[in-house]
Structures are given as C-alpha cells and as structure tokens.
C-alpha cells in the first residue's frame, strides 16, 4: 500500500466551486482504480467517484453532473472537480487507490480534507 495525501478542502458557499487532489506519497508504478469517499458527520464513509487505469469514471446519483473525477497516470495523482456544491456535500473527503497487488478492493487511503459547505 501506498500512502496518499489529498489537497485543496477548505470552506465554500452554497453553489461554489472546490477541486480536490490526490497524490502519493512516495513512488508508486501505477495505480488501476482509483476514486474518492467521504464522510459526514455521525454518517457512514460513502462512495462518491471511481475512475479507471484507462480513465472510464462512474458517479454516485448524488454528486452526478455536479463532480467530474479525472486522473493524471504519469504522476499518479487523481482529482476532484467540484461544482454547484450543496451543504450536504460537506464531509471530510477521502482518495483511495488500487495498487497492482491490491487483492479485493483499495488498498491505499489518504487522511482526508475537510470540505464545508456553507448554506
């Protein structure tokens, strides 16, 4: 595994625009899947965006049209295009990657940023 840290949290209003990224720590070769959860307060961590290797992405309901995950693989690091954010997108966001000896799921989180959403 390999560790990552994310970027770019902070406070926003109603309506406005964050862009999180995710880069590891040290060397890595490649990672396959790579995505990003969150966690809200008293709430269970949930899924919010997958994107492949060869940069296929999958949205979940409550973020689609709004979030945009893209991915660099010559640096390895993973982004997270925010807009018309809600109040209830405020959560500590997380990145998480596959890494090519990941066996059934991420094997690499970050620590979190905190994302808040002002109505």
């Known amino acids: 595994q390999v560790q990552l840290v994310e970027s770019g949290g902070g406070l926003v209003q109603a309506g406005g625009s964050l862009r999180l990224s995710c880069a590891p720590s040290?060397?890595?070769?490649?990672?396959?899947?790579m995505g990003w959860f969150r966690e809200a307060p008293g709430e269970q961590r949930e899924w919010v965006a997958v994107?492949?290797?060869?940069?296929?992405?999958n949205y979940a309901h409550f973020v689609q049209g709004r979030f945009t995950i893209s991915r660099d693989n010559l640096k390895n690091t993973v982004s997270l295009q925010m807009n018309s954010l809600k109040p209830e997108d405020t959560a500590v966001y997380y990145c998480?990657?596959?890494?090519?000896?990941?066996?059934?799921?991420?094997?690499?989180w970050g620590q979190g940023t905190q994302v808040t959403v002002s109505s």
């Open positions: 994107i492949s290797y060869a940069g296929t992405t």
């Open positions: 998480a990657a596959e890494t090519i000896y990941a066996v059934g799921g991420y094997d690499s």
């Open positions: 040290g060397s890595i070769s490649r990672f396959n899947s």
